[in-house]
């Protein structure tokens, strides 16, 4: 079943901005995303996070604590309608592995949006809060930063701003690797973030699921180590209903790829879709995680079974600089 839904999003929200992971490479494109934000009503709020260096390692923004504290609020704080990460790297891990997921109400979901590295995030999220996510692109990266009439923004805020008109995704110029229709709920993300996750208390098993995989600049020898595991995970494929293959850019030779996608998951009984637009250095598609859904591979085309968000509330979030909410 569907986890639970956050409402969308609508003119006059307050949403956190924020890094849980490495820093934003261009406070200008970062700047770019936020007016980007603007021009369609929201009120972002940037964390300091989103600002912060590598004061530990230069590939993390800020100290763990920092970043644990920064997602922990904004979880939390009834005023942040929705959580945008500002762009992915590496260190969502070291996040969890400080997140005071007892300060977090689960009873009152918000959306949080972020791919990449941001998958171990939307995982968690799914795991300790029951809460459907968002894979989708993020603030400083991605066509996000290019303004309101870039594809990946747009297709974002339709589903943020009235999620009632997305009931399907579809797919040009994807393949049937292996025919037939499945329904299950979707997962997945980031593959070398998922298989990270194998062990922890915020894995999510993939029995019934739609599980969408992904990744970038990885040796083909490194996306074969992963899949194997994911094939040796204990349990971990194990009832999984379909498989939905997104971007692959550059990680090697892309017959290779091709060939080692097809070696590794075309032998499980289940429909797979490949060549899908989600995931990196394209136009990017949101994928919803949590949500019921159905696959059809020969028609490239994947159906909501339940709305994805909920409809947004009647009242905007209030400013945080009024001191109210």
């Not at 972002?44 to 504290?69: K, M, N, Q």
């Not at 709920?185 to 999510?204: E, P, V, W």
């Amino acid at each position: 079943m569907t986890l639970v839904r956050p409402p969308g999003l609508k003119p006059g929200d307050t949403v956190a901005v924020l890094c849980a992971s490495s820093p934003v490479l261009s406070q200008e494109h970062l700047e770019s995303g936020l007016r980007a934000m603007e021009s369609v009503g929201l009120k972002p709020e940037v964390f300091g996070t989103a600002r912060a260096t590598g004061s530990v390692y230069e590939y993390l923004a800020g100290t763990d604590a920092e970043r644990a504290a920064d997602l922990t609020r904004a979880l939390s704080d009834p005023k942040y309608a929705g959580v945008f990460l500002a762009c992915g790297g590496y260190g969502s891990q070291r996040t969890l592995e400080l997140l005071d997921w007892n300060r977090i109400d689960a009873a009152r979901p918000k959306v949080v949006v972020g791919y990449s590295d941001v998958t171990a995030v939307l995982e968690a999220v799914a795991v300790k809060l029951g809460w459907v996510s968002l894979f989708g692109p993020m603030v400083a990266c991605g066509g996000f930063w290019q303004g309101p009439d870039e594809y990946d923004f747009r297709e974002l805020m339709k589903l943020l701003f009235t999620p009632s008109s997305v009931k399907q995704l579809t797919f040009p110029g994807s393949r049937a690797m292996v025919s037939g229709v499945a329904e299950g709920l979707t997962l997945g993300g980031t593959a070398t973030l998922i298989a990270a996750n194998f062990g922890t208390d915020t894995s999510y098993p993939a029995r019934d699921a739609i599980l969408f995989l992904e990744d970038v600049d990885e040796l083909p020898f490194r996306l074969d180590r992963v899949f194997t595991q994911f094939r040796r995970a204990k349990g971990y494929l194990e009832g999984v209903r379909g498989i939905i293959l997104g971007t692959f850019t550059e990680c090697g030779d892309p017959e290779h790829i091709e060939a080692l996608l097809t070696e590794r998951f075309s032998d499980l009984g289940v429909p797979v879709l490949a060549g899908v637009n989600i995931g990196h250095n394209c136009e990017m598609q949101t994928y919803p995680v949590g949500v019921r859904a159905r696959l059809d591979a020969d028609a490239g085309t994947l159906t909501f079974l339940d709305q994805v968000l909920a409809e947004p509330t009647a009242e905007p979030t209030a400013d945080p600089r009024s001191g109210q909410g």
